[in-house]
């Protein structure tokens, strides 16, 4: 009985002494957000379905196949009436874009989102200690850091911070970077702003990989409040409790799959190969690898472990919510397959698609943010968020949901209307007879003709 108690009271003090050096280590760690913001565009932004086509119509590039592929690709895109596109390309000037256009893009999303996180939280932009601009494809000077910091007259000692070429996943990078620096840096309020610039972006080519970017990509993006300050806990509405990132860079399939490059009539885009799924489907595996020990129960793991052969891991026993990267339906589709997720689990990612597009790197927050409109999400809730993208990157971190939520956000005027009872394709309705075969004898400048743009 005693080398019994003896033990007990062994295992009870490692017990103590583990739980100890875990408090100590992880201790200014903690990084909560107190609030994010959601950009939408005005009206004259809108890239409803006529607005599309009199585009696709300007490009004297184009072959009748080309057309077909465009319309067809934008029909099966998941894509709604009312995602927002650059003004400048609105106005027909995708030819000859202006370095002013992107500038004005950016600092419409920036300052939009910002005043408005600055004046719920009641903080002001003087406090803020740490600033992480996210925009892949503008490297602007000064840097777009330097234009919030003069904008907002922030502080000298600011620790600013500009990232660009991340692609998609770029927030969570932006997130991770910060929580690097609160482990340092203690009780500090950090600001996030993730977007992308699409006035300066925009494919005038015919090479078809390089088309889909203009048929997915809208202008949104998204500005985070965080802080690492325990007396602002109360405050918070989540609680970051791991991020996992994962590069496959190295891998030459991967690495070209999602690239900025110029066609051979020296048109710049995106070219996107058919490898980007496979790509997508071996990052994000391996990122899971990691991740999911950290935030499943030891049981579900063993379970796991155990059966495996033909078996799939039960992600709903540490996770209630999913926050899949609306890059286009053909990614969620995938992602959803591979991990089991139900049409109730990827509604808010198709949703996000349908109404906002895609916007990569912002594109995560317009799908929690429906969740939150639709007011799923409860205290004490983990949500798992999802990214993908151009590098080959997968970064997925996890959330735990500080108290219920159920704020406005950028979604309040339109979520009773989400999801639709039955999503009408207003191209295929419009723009159906594109596909017959008598199409094949007329030329492309009659096609802006019969759609009425000449």
């Known amino acids: 009985m005693e080398s019994l108690a003896s033990l007990v009271l062994f295992f009870t003090f490692t017990y103590l ?3 100890l050096a ?11 957000m107190i609030d994010y913001e959601c950009y939408k565009g005005n009206k004259e932004m809108k890239l409803d379905t006529e607005e599309c086509a009199r ?48 500038l004005s893009e950016m600092e419409a999303v920036f300052y939009d989102t910002l005043d408005s996180i600055f004046e719920r939280s009641k903080i002001s932009p003087s406090q803020v200690d740490i600033l992480v601009v996210n925009v892949s494809l ?7 850091t330097s234009r919030i910091i003069n904008h907002y007259k922030m502080r000298s000692d600011i ?5 660009s070429g991340m692609g998609c ?3 969570l990078v932006a997130i991770d970077l910060v929580q690097q620096l609160f482990k340092t840096h203690k009780k500090k309020l950090a600001i996030v702003v993730s977007s992308e610039s699409m006035a300066g972006n925009w494919y005038c080519g015919s090479e078809r990989s390089m088309m889909l970017s203009n048929c997915l990509f809208r202008v949104g993006g998204c500005s985070m409040l965080l802080t690492n300050d325990t007396a602002r806990k109360n405050q918070s509405i989540l609680k970051l409790k791991c991020v996992v990132r994962t590069h496959f860079g190295s891998n030459d399939e ?43 129960p030891i049981r579900e793991m063993i379970r796991y472990a155990t059966l495996k052969t033909g078996s799939k891991i039960n992600l709903k026993s540490g996770i209630e919510h999913f926050c899949v990267h609306p890059g286009g339906r053909a990614v969620i589709d995938e992602v959803g397959a591979s991990l089991g997720l139900n049409e109730y689990d990827l509604e808010p990612a198709r949703m996000a698609l349908h109404r906002f597009g895609n ?15 639709k007011k799923r999400l409860k205290k004490g809730d983990r949500i798992l968020m999802i990214s993908l993208g151009a590098g080959f990157k997968c970064n997925n971190c996890v959330w735990e949901v500080s108290r219920d939520l159920d704020g406005e956000n950028v979604w309040k005027d339109v979520i009773e209307k989400y999801p639709p009872k039955m999503i009408v394709n207003p191209f295929l309705e419009r723009y159906g007879w594109i596909n017959d075969e008598v199409m094949g004898f007329i030329r492309p400048e009659d096609i802006a003709q019969m759609l009425g743009f000449v």
């Open 159 to 163: 620790k600013a911070f500009n990232l």
């Open 55 to 102: 585009i696709v119509s300007r490009n004297k590039n184009l072959r009748i196949e080309d057309y077909k592929f465009l319309l067809k690709t934008i029909v099966n895109s998941g894509i709604g009436e009312e995602t927002y596109g650059p003004k400048n390309i609105i106005l027909g000037e995708e030819e000859q874009p202006k370095h002013v256009d992107s």
């Open 138 to 144: 503008l490297s602007a000077v000064p840097s777009l």
């Open 359 to 373: 916007t990569s790197a912002g594109g995560l927050w317009y799908v929690l943010g429906y969740m939150e409109a």
């Open 22 to 32: 875990k408090f100590i280590c992880q201790r200014g760690q903690t990084c909560y």
């Open 17 to 19: 002494v583990f739980s």
């Open 169 to 171: 996943s770029a927030s």
């Open 254 to 296: 991967a690495y070209s799959c999602c690239m900025q490059v110029e066609d051979d009539q020296g048109y710049r885009g995106f070219r996107l190969t058919k490898s980007l799924t496979k790509a997508a489907a071996r990052s994000l595996t391996k990122n899971l690898q990691i991740l999911l020990p950290k935030v499943l």
